[in-house]
């Protein structure tokens, strides 16, 4: 019901958003972030599911944002000192085994690392850059991210969340209403997302106007 206001009509039982208004709530949501990014703010990717989990990981590897693609591991973010601590034994796990470092151990215990280091890519592979709680959060897929969605709100980080209509748009800072389950749908939006983050990214290390006398 909280989600009506986006909705056009409905047809053979079938609500269909107002684009017009999604297209307006894109363009106020990409400008939001492009400020984000100019002002060196970092921004965590999430989206699990089958329609987004790609999109969101090339997206964040392309320009170098923290992003979720697999499980959202509970604390992310209210407990992301631990996180960050275990993140942290991670990356120093991965580059001894890089560095030859794990050869001095038995086989079994190598094995037991690979297992663990496997167990963790999952996990922790999309967070390498995520050095400090992010200024805001991009969710694909609001229902499909309550406890993402429930950290956020406590601690009052922004979100831009793209949301169907069984959503709830008033835990959302920036709503996009939009099909969170069409692959087609999800990579349109993120085009533009991507658009606006990587211009705030140039943005941000553009060199500052010289002063003219």
């Not at 200024?135 to 831009?160: C, D, F, M, Q, W």
């Not at 800072?173 to 997302?193: C, F, Q, Y």
């Amino acid at each position: 019901p909280r989600m009506r206001r986006y909705i056009f009509t409905t047809r053979n039982g079938i609500e269909i958003l107002d684009i017009a208004q999604t297209w307006e709530l894109l363009e106020r949501a990409s400008e939001f972030l492009k400020g984000v990014v100019r002002e060196r703010g970092l921004v965590l990717l999430v989206g699990t599911t089958p329609a987004a989990k790609a999109l969101v990981k090339s997206l964040g590897e392309k320009l170098g944002f923290p992003y979720v693609d697999e499980r959202w591991l509970g604390g992310t973010l209210t407990n992301f000192k631990t996180l960050s601590a275990r993140l942290q034994y991670f990356l120093k796990l991965r580059a001894d085994r890089h560095a030859g470092r794990l050869e001095k151990y038995t086989k079994k215990e190598r094995l037991d690392f690979d297992k663990e280091l496997a167990r963790m890519s999952v996990i922790f592979g999309g967070l390498e850059k995520m050095t400090d709680l992010p200024k805001t959060i991009v969710i694909v897929g609001a229902t499909s991210h309550e406890t993402a969605v429930r950290e956020a709100n406590r601690l009052r980080i922004p979100i831009v969340a793209i949301m169907a209509n069984d959503a709830d748009p008033d835990r959302i800072t920036h709503p996009i209403p939009g099909n969170d389950r069409s692959r087609m749908s999800v990579a349109w939006i993120l085009e533009r997302i991507g658009q606006a983050l990587e211009a705030g990214k140039k943005e941000a290390a553009a060199p500052p106007p010289t002063a003219t006398t």
